[in-house]
């Protein structure tokens, strides 16, 4: 068989809560090194396996178009808002396979999430509509046994060559970054300054959000 030729899209879920150089970042890195055609954000209404966002939906795209406005390859989408409920994952890769039937999708996952990725909802079937890029993130080894151990080891490759169902890990640059500790930041009134993109600092203080 052929190895695939077209485009690559890249996936980015997460809660977004708020967007900051963690989450943009290793996009972008992910993004050189695969060569993808664009880098999709798509920010969960109701996350599944956690605590629900601080803040509202809307503020949380607001600041993700502020955060990837100056990057031509960085899109916002709503899919999950638009759909409403709980967010699985599974069904936002349906969708978007009905949507872009020609390309292939690689989801971008953090090691902190792939270590957990057996508990996601129909997570086998994930693999059957999308390839996953894997980045690094500090404190956060691969998992070498279990389910995703051995996930790990059976899809790995070097390169991308099929459409879905390869795993790819990719060196970033490390930023021990999260947004659990920048709201804490941020109800304790310490600068968040250079961990976010400031246009999105400027909208927190504007709003007023993660105050309480
Ligand atoms: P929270 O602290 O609220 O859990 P978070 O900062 O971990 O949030 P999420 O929106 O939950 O961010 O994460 C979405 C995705 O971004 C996950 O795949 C996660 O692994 C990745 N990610 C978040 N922060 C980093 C970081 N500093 N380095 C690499 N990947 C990251």
């Given at each position: 068989?052929?190895?695939?030729?077209?485009?690559?899209?890249?996936?980015?879920?997460?809660?977004?809560?708020?967007?900051?150089?963690?989450?943009?970042?290793?996009?972008?890195?992910?993004?050189?090194?695969?060569?993808?055609?664009?880098?999709?954000?798509i920010p969960c209404y109701k996350p599944v396996h956690?605590?629900?966002p601080s803040v509202s939906a809307e503020h949380r795209c607001a600041m993700i178009a502020l955060a990837i406005a100056s990057q031509p390859k960085f899109v916002l989408d709503k899919v999950e808002i638009e759909q409403g409920g709980p967010s699985y994952?599974?069904?936002t890769l349906q969708t978007l396979t009905k949507r872009y039937p020609a390309k292939g999708l690689v989801l971008m996952?953090?090691?902190?999430?792939?270590?957990?990725?057996?508990?996601?909802?129909?997570?086998?079937?994930?693999?059957?509509?999308a390839n996953l890029a894997?980045?690094?993130?500090?404190?956060?080894?691969?998992?070498q046994s279990g389910e995703v151990g051995q996930l790990f080891k059976k899809s790995w490759v070097p390169k991308l060559t099929e459409p879905f169902g390869q795993i790819?890990?990719?060196?970033?640059?490390?930023?021990?970054?999260?947004?659990?500790?920048?709201?804490?930041?941020?109800?304790?009134?310490?600068?968040v300054d250079y961990l976010l993109p400031s246009p999105v600092i400027n909208y927190i203080q504007q709003h007023q959000l993660y105050q309480e």
């Open positions: 068989m052929n190895a695939f030729s077209g485009q690559y899209i890249g996936i980015n879920g997460g809660t977004f809560d708020p967007i900051h150089f963690g989450h943009l970042r290793p996009a972008l890195e992910v993004q050189l090194a695969l060569g993808l055609e664009e880098v999709r954000f956690r605590d629900q994952m599974v069904h996952m953090g090691t902190d999430a792939f270590a957990k990725f057996d508990t996601w909802f129909e997570w086998q079937t994930i693999l059957k509509l894997i980045t690094h993130r500090p404190g956060e080894p691969i998992p790819v890990d990719v060196p970033i640059t490390q930023l021990e970054l999260s947004a659990t500790a920048l709201r804490s930041y941020l109800k304790q009134g310490v600068c």
